[in-house]
């Protein structure tokens, strides 16, 4: 694993972030949906209905559509990117949308920001998979109120797994060991390089809730529609319909 992964992603994502405004503006003008296969969120319910009031933070936020989301049910939103352009995207959206959001560029696994300050955090393919576990799950915990809520949704290890190391779409057979996974560095293969994404095995995760102190609510495994035909962030949608490639936890902090 390359050690700046920080500053390794962070330049991606700025590089990048042109390719993302188009898509960040649909995705403000829609109904939640989730993950590369859109997947609406009433059948998945990763937001709370009720945010009115509540203090809610964004970890890893893009162009900000799921902090516009919370902001629109009522919520008083936090959200913190690492990416200078993608919260330049994500504020230009919230003007439009007339929403009230504060915006910070920072690390998600060291905001600044003051212990026990939300009632719910959520990261969609943001810190979820851009920053080490232990690291950024620790500053969620110290972030929540007691009785707060965490959830986050990111790549299954099995998309991991099946994924070649040159970067070509998942297949059918294992490319990596599933023992000592830690996620993928995808800033040396060969078709379109990019950065350092982090996931790990289900018992893996589950240690490292349990020693940090979460209580796991609820686990989804995602899928393709069965209508969907198209390849999305090299998934292939044959494939993401019999194997899950995007996971879900909801974890909640006792108190």
Partial sequence: MAQDYVTINRDVWND?????????????????????WNLPDADLGLLPKDLDGKDVIELGCGTGYVAGWMA???AQVTAIDVSEKQLATARTLSQEHKVDITFIEGNAEKTGLPDAAFDFAISEYGAAIWCPPDIWLREAYRLLRPGGRLVFLGN????????PESGAPAERQLHRPYKGLWG???TRVEIDPSGICFVLSFSEWLALFREIGFEVENYQELYAPEEQTEMRAFIPADWARDFPSEQVWHLRKPG
Avoid: F, M
């Fill in 156 to 163: 299954h290890p099995l998309a991991i797994i099946c994924s």
């Fill in 16 to 36: 990048d972030a042109e390719n993302w405004v188009a898509g960040g503006r649909h995705l403000w003008s829609s109904e939640p949906q989730w993950g590369i």
């Fill in 72 to 74: 629109k049910r009522g």
């Fill in 184 to 186: 993928a560095d995808w």
